[in-house]
T-cell receptor
Framework: AQSVSQHNHHVILSEAASLELGCNYS??????LFWYVQYPGQHLQLLLK??????LVKGIKGFEAEFIKSKFSFNLRKPSVQWSDTAEYFC????????????FGQGTTLQVKP | DAGVTQSPTHLIKTRGQQVTLRCSPK?????VSWYQQALGQGPQFIFQ???????QRGNFPDRFSGHQFPNYSSELNVNALLLGDSALYLC???????????FGQGTRLTVV
């Protein structure tokens, strides 16, 4: 079955610490990969996406993610987090190119202490 | 501003009742998807509408139904509400069926 898993459910960091959130998916074919962020009281926003090409993808607000096909992983990273990065982060995968259906992971709550 | 608008923002219903949620897609978008996000979980795909027809459906019972209007706006209907239907319901619009999703802020449904 198509599935997406995020390893960290709740992460607490101090400002300036480095962040890495794990994401793995179950399928071995061609996939489109996404990271979304949901700030408190706001809508889901796209941080970055990978369709093809360079497996290191840069997104907004200093975030980046690396696609490792052999590990079915798409981990999100940020070298130095800020208090304003406190939010919920979701990894999502589109398993078919002819659909808009996204399969989401269960999310990671990031709390950044000032 | 996401450009995708949903109404109402909050709703409280009693078990067994029926509910209708509404979504207006981003300007220029003709495809709408609906997701259910239970507390502490990621969004789960309910269905997608394009050209006023349901094009793809997730693993949800027939109590969940939808509609898309000629102006591309959409409704999600849930019949015979259960306590477990309490969730945030998200609408996403797409420029085309397979293109990037833009999400609205959601409707928080509480079933009591």
């Amino acid at each position: 079955a198509q599935s997406v898993s995020q390893h960290n459910h709740h992460v607490i960091l101090s400002e300036a610490a480095s962040l890495e959130l794990g994401c793995n998916y179950s399928y071995g074919g061609t996939v489109n990969l996404f990271w979304y962020v949901q700030y408190p009281g706001q809508h889901l926003q796209l941080l970055l996406k990978y369709f093809s090409g360079d497996p290191l993808v840069k997104g907004i607000k200093g975030f980046e993610a690396e696609f490792i096909k052999s590990k079915f992983s798409f981990n999100l990273r940020k070298p130095s987090v800020q208090w304003s990065d406190t939010a919920e982060y979701f990894c999502a995968v589109k398993f078919s190119s002819n659909t808009g259906k996204l399969i989401f992971g269960q999310g990671t709550t990031l709390q950044v202490k000032p | 501003d996401a450009g995708v608008t949903q109404s109402p923002t909050h709703l409280i219903k009693t078990r067994g009742q029926q509910v209708t949620l509404r979504c207006s897609p981003k300007s220029g978008h003709d495809t709408v998807s609906w997701y259910q996000q239970a507390l502490g979980q990621g969004p789960q795909f309910i269905f997608q509408y394009y050209e006023e027809e349901e094009r793809q459906r997730g693993n949800f019972p027939d109590r969940f139904s939808g509609h898309q209007f000629p102006n591309y706006s959409s409704e999600l209907n849930v019949n015979a509400l259960l306590l477990g239907d309490s969730a945030l319901y998200l609408c996403a619009s797409h420029l085309t069926v397979a293109s990037k999703a833009f999400f609205g802020q959601g409707t928080r449904l509480t079933v009591v």
